[in-house]
């Protein structure tokens, strides 16, 4: 059965520093999708990215980026620089290709407080 | 504005009470999904929609009842609730099962349930 797994329920850093949120997965399915996704107070989930089991390449967006590792199989996700905007609650996710398709299993999140 | 919206933003009802939780997606998407998120509880997946029909009922109480006239609106219909149903309530869309575990969901604000 597919679980994913945030270990940090919060963090808190100061604004300018860097921060990594861990997301490690458990899957019996060699083909499956990993997502993240931000929570701000407001309420929705925003899509940050999507990547696929078949390409461990690392991406920056930004601030943003993510590694990805099937070794270890996780899916961490790093702040440089941290804002104060970067403050949320942070859901790694996962979508395997064994099940109906187009379910995501989430982990518990990870809230972030950016302090200026 | 991720192109889903939930109405009310907010609600407050006596466990007597009957109301309704709207959703409309501007995606074009196929595939609609009620979550609960409950205080320090991960994201329950409630029910999922593909084309108007029900593909997943995650085990989910009668005193809720789903309803998906089209591919644009899903809502969700309350009754007889409990306290323990307070929780934020969130809707998201996906292009759907043509897209299979590559689905990216995107998720409206969601409304915030208060049961008294």
């Known amino acids: 059965a597919q679980k994913v797994t945030q270990a940090q329920t919060e963090i808190s850093v100061v604004e300018k520093e860097d921060v990594t949120l861990d997301c490690v997965y458990e899957t019996r399915d060699t083909t499956y999708y990993l997502f993240w996704y931000k929570q701000p107070p407001s309420g929705e989930l925003v899509f940050l990215i999507r990547?696929?089991?078949?390409?461990?390449q690392n991406e920056i967006s930004g601030r943003y980026s993510w590694n990805f590792q099937k070794s270890t199989s996780s899916f961490n996700f790093t702040i440089t620089a941290s804002q104060v905007v970067d403050s949320a609650v942070y859901f790694c996710?996962?979508?395997?290709?064994?099940?109906?398709?187009?379910?995501?299993?989430f982990g518990g999140g990870t809230r972030l407080m950016v302090k200026p | 504005e991720t192109g889903v919206t939930q109405t009310p933003r907010h609600l407050v009802m006596g466990m007597t009470n009957k109301k309704s939780l709207k959703c409309e997606q501007h995606?074009?998407?196929?595939?609609m999904y009620w979550y609960k998120q409950s205080a320090k509880k991960p994201l329950e997946l409630m029910f999922v929609?593909?084309?108007?029909?029900?593909?997943e009922n995650n085990s989910v109480p009668s005193r809720f009842s789903p309803e998906c006239p089209n591919s644009s609106h899903l809502f969700l219909h309350l009754h007889t609730l409990q306290p323990e149903d307070s929780a934020l309530y969130l809707c998201a869309s996906s292009q759907g099962r043509l897209q299979g575990a590559k689905n990216i969901q995107y998720f409206g604000a969601g409304t915030r349930l208060s049961v008294l």
């Open positions: 996710a996962l979508s395997e290709a064994g099940n109906a398709g187009n379910m995501l299993t």
């Open positions: 929609y593909n084309f108007k029909e029900q593909t």
């Open positions: 990547r696929n089991s078949f390409d461990e």
């Open positions: 995606l074009g998407h196929n595939a």
